[in-house]
C-alpha cells in the first residue's frame, strides 16, 4: 500500500521561508515523476514543481527561483524548500507521485500572512 506523508506546513509572514518534506512508503521516489501541487481556497489543484526519475526538475512560473524541489533517495523523501513566500502562495500542498496513477498525500497548510 503506497502512502504518502507530508508535514513542514505552518504559518510564515510574507518574504519568509518554509521547507516541506514528503516520505513515502510502498513505493520509490526514485523510480517515478513526484512532486507537489497546491490548492488554494475555492480554486483547483494546480501543479507546482516536479522532480522526473532522472532528476529533471519543473517550475510553475510563478514559483521559478523561489522554490527548490529535491529528492533525497536514502530517506525515500522529497523536499520542497519555498523563499520569498508570498500571500498568493497560501494553500494547502498535496505530494504526488505519479505511476500508472496519481498517488497523494493527505495535504499540508501553507498560509503567508502577517
Known amino acids: 500500500q503506497v502512502q504518502l506523508v507530508e508535514s513542514g506546513g505552518g504559518l510564515v509572514e510574507p518574504g519568509g521561508s518554509l521547507r516541506l518534506s514528503c516520505a513515502a512508503s510502498?513505493?520509490?521516489?526514485?523510480?517515478?515523476?513526484s512532486g507537489w501541487y497546491r490548492q488554494a481556497p475555492g480554486k483547483q489543484r494546480k501543479w507546482v514543481a516536479f522532480i522526473t526519475s532522472a532528476g529533471t526538475t519543473t517550475y510553475l512560473d510563478s514559483v521559478k527561483g523561489r522554490f527548490t524541489i529535491a529528492r533525497d533517495n536514502a530517506k525515500n523523501r522529497i523536499d520542497l524548500q519555498m523563499s520569498s513566500l508570498k500571500r498568493e502562495d497560501t494553500a494547502t500542498y498535496y505530494c504526488?507521485?505519479?505511476?500508472?496513477?496519481?498517488?497523494w498525500g493527505q495535504g499540508t497548510q501553507v498560509t503567508v500572512s502577517s
Open positions: 510502498g513505493i520509490f521516489f526514485s523510480s517515478y515523476r
Open positions: 504526488n507521485v505519479l505511476t500508472g496513477r496519481d498517488w
